[in-house]
């Protein structure tokens, strides 16, 4: 065991109230969730920032000593990254994406440019004897996932925005309808149930007005799978559901033929029926045509609107009326109407 000084934590590592003074293991087990301190080893002009703890964004420069945590990374539009097998200090490994998931990168997209490649000192210890100087591999997350859990919403409604890809439109949607339904005297609460640690999105949720909001990593998860996709959005609906909120936004990061959950939590039973409306985010007028049919075909989910940078103009709302009979509200452009839309299907439109 040995002490070391960090330069920056990573919000991956929100609930674990780490100091800038830790203590290293040189036993680092290889598993998702485990917080490792890792010394930055280049300097990047792209993607080169990491999320922090207090949701502030801060660049990353070479020497910067980065607590993050072990995990994999599936991302079209980003690195693409697996859990190591195994590690000891001085190995090699590469930071996978700016919340702090560290990994072995497989593959890079040229948007990006290379990771930051980064040697491994130590597993984070945490203490929780009181009295003993035994520590523990610090781990993600605020509690554990129970893999078995059943969902009970208590009968608040549910708003789920499901995408083509990644950076489809999901947030400012589900911003747009948070803000929209918060000005019509609603109480939400929102949640991202699938993706990539990660806060931003949910910071993003509570500065449009959402009372509370939770994330995937809050259960000990570092980026979610078909696998545990759906305890983890039963678990995230029903704990929301406890505070009595009038309607619960569910954001289902990634897209629908992505790998981190989104078709097997779409497929589940008990979830598919607590959906009261799923918005539709796409890139263009093809990947809405193409989700839809995915929604009406494997899931029998009919699109209650679609938006994203296919609704950007005039042009891909009519293509999207015309070949799917779908409604296109831009939530850039009109959020006011698309929140519109949503108070009205729960019921709660404007007087």
């Known amino acids: 065991m040995k002490s070391i000084v960090v330069d920056k934590v990573a919000s991956v590592a929100q609930h674990n109230s780490l100091t ?13 969730g485990v917080l490792v301190a890792v010394r930055v080893l280049n300097n990047k002009s792209r993607y080169n920032q990491l999320e922090l703890t207090s949701g502030r964004m801060a660049t990353v420069t070479m020497g910067d000593i ?25 190995d090699e490994v590469q930071l996978l994406n700016i919340g702090g998931v560290i990994g072995i990168c497989d593959s890079v997209n040229p948007d990006v440019g290379a990771p930051f490649n980064c040697e491994v000192l130590g597993t984070v210890l945490e203490f929780p004897y009181l009295g003993e100087r035994i520590g523990v591999p610090a781990r993600v997350g605020s509690s554990k996932l129970d893999e078995t859990a059943a969902l009970d919403t208590r009968g608040v409604p ?10 489809s439109g999901k947030t400012a949607a589900a911003c747009a309808i948070v803000s929209r339904l918060r000005h019509l005297g609603l109480k939400v609460a929102a949640c991202k ?34 696998k545990n996709g759906p305890a983890l959005t ?107 839309l949503i108070a009205k299907l729960l019921g709660k439109e404007a007087k």
Request: a negative charge; proline letters at 4%.
């Open 20 to 32: 800038s003074e830790l203590r290293l293991s040189k036993d680092i087990p290889c598993e998702e």
């Open 66 to 90: 980065v607590v993050g945590a072990l995990g994999h990374r599936n991302a079209l539009r980003g690195y693409s990254g697996h859990l190591p097998k195994k590690l000891k200090p001085g």
């Open 158 to 167: 549910v708003i789920a925005l499901a995408g083509t890809c990644m950076d």
């Open 193 to 226: 149930a699938t993706g990539v640690s990660l806060r931003r999105d949910i910071l993003a949720m509570q500065d449009a007005g959402a009372d509370n909001t939770m994330i995937f990593s809050d259960l000990g998860v570092v980026t979610t799978t078909a």
């Open 234 to 340: 039963r678990s995230l609906l029903t704990s929301l559901s406890t505070a009595q909120p009038d309607v619960i936004v569910l954001e289902l990061g990634d897209g629908l033929l992505g790998s981190y959950g989104v078709a097997a939590i779409l497929a589940d039973k008990q979830i598919h029926a607590a959906l009261t409306a799923v918005v539709l985010c796409a890139n263009d007028p093809v990947s809405a045509w193409g989700g839809a049919k995915i929604l009406r075909d494997e899931f029998d989910i009919e699109p209650a609107v679609v938006t994203g940078p296919a609704t950007d103009n005039a042009v891909g709302v009519e293509q999207i009326a015309e070949r799917m009979s779908l409604q296109g509200i831009n939530a850039l452009s009109n959020g006011v109407g698309l929140g519109d």
